[in-house]
């Protein structure tokens, strides 16, 4: 059995690392788009978002100390429909994209995301 918990724990220890980098790059694709939120910056946003997603459900799923990543998810989720939206309805890439949190929807939980990396650190 110890054995099997230090495979989680290594298995847990690469996705977090994962997360990290493509929160990273999420976060440098968000201050490219906050100077000019046109669609094809919110697209690089999206791309990175897809794979930090991915990250998150494997950590939320796979450990009880990642149940918070949950807010990021629904945020994410949130997100994503309203691009998708948004690509649908244009041809062009210049075009605005601003996304319009839903009173009462989940904000994009920085605390939280802040608060997991000082603990892993």
């Known amino acids: 059995m110890e054995k099997q918990q230090s495979n ?3 298995e847990i220890t690469k996705y977090l690392e994962m997360w990290k980098r493509y929160l ?8 490219e788009y906050k100077n000019e939120p046109i669609l094809l910056n919110a697209n690089r946003i999206y791309q990175s978002n897809k794979a930090l997603y991915n990250y998150s459900e494997m950590l ?4 009880d100390y990642f ?5 990021l ?3 994410l989720d949130d997100w994503f429909a309203q ?3 948004n690509l649908n309805t244009t041809s062009d890439l210049a075009d605005n994209f ?17 608060n997991y990396l000082i603990d892993i650190e």
Request: glycine share 4%; net charge negative.
């Open 60 to 63: 939320y799923y796979n450990s």
């Open 67 to 71: 149940s918070g990543i949950l807010d």
């Open 24 to 31: 990273s790059r999420s976060q440098i694709a968000y201050e």
């Open 8 to 10: 989680i724990s290594e």
């Open 98 to 114: 601003i996304f319009n949190r839903r009173e009462g929807a989940i904000a994009f939980p920085s605390e939280m995301i802040n």
């Open 83 to 85: 691009y998708s939206i």
């Open 73 to 75: 998810l629904y945020h």
